[in-house]
């Protein structure tokens, strides 16, 4: 029985990009365009985000990286005395070095007690109570203000919003003045889930600002933000550049993201990557070596791995483990496996003749 020496599931930004991603890249190689953006590239594939997302005067940006695009837009969005709201597990909470802070805005975090919290969403009911206690607090003037939403789409856990839990979200910042915005690192991995049922012109009508991730989605770098119905903070272009989020060879991103919007490209890789990652829970419990921690239709799949088998499973699979003794779970370790626009169906029957050999 033949094994590979490894196999990776440890993120979806571990290889290049998608063959026709680099296809695209080398065959426009030798064209001149202009700089930092104003490039007949970037103009095509802005052209084609607008029309996915059925908003003609959308505003589009790229981008370098998702940190820059999520302290670029918050810092933006936001005054001075203003912060940002998020679940416990967001990723400006957790994940980012404190660069939201850094830009010296406060990430608010909601208690996460309700049971959409298990899937990373955000509670509305939540929300309102932060939004309203400040209001009605009559020392306000003396503190941060909670003044945008943000919310990640899939969830950092690979939950998804339904269309009528993202429009009570968006209603519910927008009655306390807050915008909404939504990190978008894995959309395709959402957009393509079974049983998704946003759409991008959803997306783009029941959010502020939201950025389509290349990185995490088949580019080798470069996020697109979309700023819907022409909403685009004054000066937003410069305000990239400030935050050293501005790729001065911006074709790079043009080229990708004019090549990810055709024939549908971004939304098939996401298809794919989802159906690998859903036949990975299934293993785990076909052999005894673990469980699904919780549902997840994405490309991020949790997984309560027994401890015993964790050393040796780490020495021929590349994966997280985020919890070594999870609250409620003695004997396992709580694990995200990740598939990608990369991964194929090789990749899933070796990790099975891993799994057989160790139970």
Known sequence: ??????????????????????????STNGEYSGTYGGDHFCAAAKNAIREACEDPDADVFFLAGGTQTNSTVIDCLLRPWQGVVAVPTGHIAVHEAGA???SGHKVFTLPGASPCASEGKMDPSELESLLKSFKDDPTRN?????????????TELGGLYSAAELQLVFETAHRYGAPLFVDGARLAYALAAEGNDISMPFLAAHCDAFYIGGTKCGALCGEAVVFPRAGAPDHFFTRIKQHGALLAKGRLAGVQF???????????TGREADRLASLIPGLFRKYGLGREDHPSRTNQQFILVRSDILAELSSKVAFEVWQETPPGAPGFALCRFVTSWATVQDDISELEKVLMALC
């Open 1 to 26: 029985m033949y094994i590979r020496s490894m196999l990776y599931f440890d993120c979806d930004y571990n290889n290049g990009c998608h063959p026709k991603v680099l296809e695209a890249l080398v």
């Open 100 to 102: 939201v802070e850094y």
């Open 142 to 154: 003396h503190m941060a203000e909670p003044a945008l939403v943000y919310i990640s789409l899939p």
């Open 258 to 268: 004019g090549a990810l919007f055709e024939d549908g490209l971004y939304k098939k």
